[in-house]
């Protein structure tokens, strides 16, 4: 059987004779052996297989060999049983030596090794002492092998080998391995109990480069876009020619639905090959609860990562006989048990997330999704296109851009200003030097009112007010709005963040979200959903994983969160939001075209908030490098809005 050497280990091990235990500190020092009368003999033969299985406790293979009457064979079957095995630890126990009819005695002992994902094995068997001078057989194809000196001197006391010397189920040409089998890992479950990720099926394939006749067609199979493999073509070439020609090199692991879709044009290429095999695999909300690594079985990234102590389950284990020429299990000696994991709960809604998933899927840009419930705070749906491994839509930091004018015009209406007041809205403003302006240096006519304003979104209204706040009223605002707290989600997740302004431009700034205001998308979503509510709900992903939800330190009038909604339905009938005007539920929104880097123009990221009036769904739509959110993110919230929302007549979630 062909075994991978294991690295160097240090054995620990004892001896016990009758009451008398020996440890390595004292090997070399005399034994007393208790055996009930003083035989010289006796404890000469016991003497030898003392050395014996002190060498082989310490993984002294070849000097253990020395010890027998058949080196080179017991050395060699040695070698294969500790390579099969990989014992960490090894403890031996002695019993006295039995006098045989022969001249033999034969030695008792008991062997209990730690083995790697087994723990501990205990076995008893027995060791046969051969006196001086006895006869050699050359069994087993071994003749005129002797240990000792290895010529015609009295070699003394030896051994007697046997294969069932290391284990009294061993014959000849067999061998003790150890077999892992992967136990399945717990799955994470949607709030309805359905899979988000769990064990399925998946397909390794590789390339067997001697049976590769025709490469070109191999690699065009392979680059094929609906394998989703997004496989580097050119440096798989270099791998395969650098391979040998008998060498396995492994290309991709498809999911099963996959592989059955594309099976027959694949199979039928040559030198392409196909292992089946169960693994864990997100089947929804990818990005949200992440991989595992194909090697440990532990959670790698994100909820996989989070629960890896909860979702992992310990692998089962074998003792078993083998074979030594096929590597074939004959016989099971021991066996423990795979381990059982616990599954974690989610709140997504399966319908939901797939809605959101079918919305950001095909844009071609980075674009997330968050769903929450406004009644209750859970959170529906987590969608990032593409999966990058890890969630911009919880963890992400950007600038909501003009999302953030509901909390600005919550500040606002908190001090005094109407929805029915007037506002200037030029096409630019400028603040200590600095030029802010509207989307295409748009202006709205003398008379304009606020809510107006709001609807068209207008910086320069905003930032022509900034004198009605000072410079933590948005600080405290946003905190009525759960931005800026430590959230408890069951998830990695960032919070927001709206420092206090220092200077009147970077008051101004912060009142179109821009500046130092940073916020995800969860966080967005939430705002939404507090203005729908009334209230701030922290937004919760894994129920049991929260012990106490965050609580906003600020509230609101209920007259603001009345305006509020009033401004944010405007946004769909009379302004930037009409994208999602004549959806069903009323739907209610704001847009946000929020710039980042240093270019000139700058770059935008889209965004669209909202929520269903008639159902419970508040929702963010961001759009990375998108353009407009009410051009670009619009039409992808209408999208996800269709396929999400109850429909009309039914019940709200």
Known sequence: MDLAPPSRIRSQWALVAGAVVVAAGVLAASIAYVMGGDDDAAADAQEEVRAYVAAWARGDG??????????????????????????????????????????????????????????????????????????????????????????????????????????????RHQ??????????????????????????????????PAKLSDPGRAYAALA??????????????????????????????????????????????????????????????????????????????????????RLYAAPGAEVV??????????????????????????????????????????????????????GTGRVLAVADSPDSGESHALTGRFPPGSTFKTVTAAALLEGGLAAGDRVACPAAANVAGQRFENQDEFDLPPGTTFAEAFARSCNTAFVGLRDELDERTLTRTARAFGVGGTWQVGAATFDGSVPAAGSDNDKAAAMIGQGRVEASPLVMASVAATVKDGRFRQPVLVPDAVDEPYRAPET????????????????????????????????????GTAEFGTRTPPRTHAWMIGYLEGADLAFSVLVEDGGSGGKDAGPVAADFLRAAAPAPGGSGR
């Open 224 to 309: 094929d876009p609906a394998l989703g493999a997004d496989l580097d073509v050119p440096r798989l070439k270099k791998r395969v020619a650098a391979a040998d020609p008998d060498e396995s090199v492994p290309v991709v692991t498809l999911r099963d639905e996959v592989y059955r879709q594309h099976r027959d044009r694949l199979l039928a290429v040559p030198g392409l090959q196909f292992v089946d095999s169960r693994q864990p695999v997100a089947h929804l909300a990818r990005s949200l609860v992440g991989a595992v690594a194909p090697d440990s079985g532990r959670g790698a990234s994100a909820l996989q990562a989070r629960y890896d102590k």
């Open 62 to 171: 070849e000097e253990a060999a020395s010890h027998t009457d058949r080196p080179r064979a017991a050395a060699d079957l040695l070698d294969s049983v500790h390579r099969g095995l990989d014992p960490k630890d090894v403890l031996v126990s002695l019993d006295d030596a039995e006098k045989g009819d022969d001249g033999t005695y034969t030695v008792p002992f008991s062997v209990r090794l730690r083995l790697p994902d087994f723990g501990t094995w205990e076995y008893e068997t027995r060791a046969v002492a051969l006196p001086p001078s006895h006869g050699q057989d050359g069994g087993d194809g071994e003749g005129g092998e002797s240990g000792k000196d290895g010529g015609g001197a009295d070699p003394g006391w030896q051994v007697r080998w046997e294969p069932r010397l290391v284990h009294p189920a061993l014959r």
């Open 321 to 374: 006989v083998a074979d030594r020429a096929t590597g074939a299990p004959v016989r099971t000696l021991a066996r423990k048990k795979p381990g059982a994991g616990k599954p974690v709960r989610t709140t997504i809604d399966p319908g939901v997330q797939r809605a959101a998933e079918e919305a950001v899927g095909g844009l071609g840009k980075s674009a997330s999704i968050v769903a929450v419930d406004p």
């Open 175 to 208: 061998t003790l391995v150890t077999t892992t089998r992967r136990a399945e890992r717990a799955p994470i479950l949607a709030a309805d109990g359905s899979e988000l990720a769990g064990d399925a099926t998946v397909w390794a394939v590789s390339i067997w």
């Open 556 to 591: 609101l009038d209920a007259r603001t969160y009345e305006q509020l909604r009033s401004l944010m339905r405007g946004v769909v009938t009379d302004g930037s939001g009409s994208a999602l005007a004549g959806l069903p539920g009323r739907p209610h929104a704001k847009t």
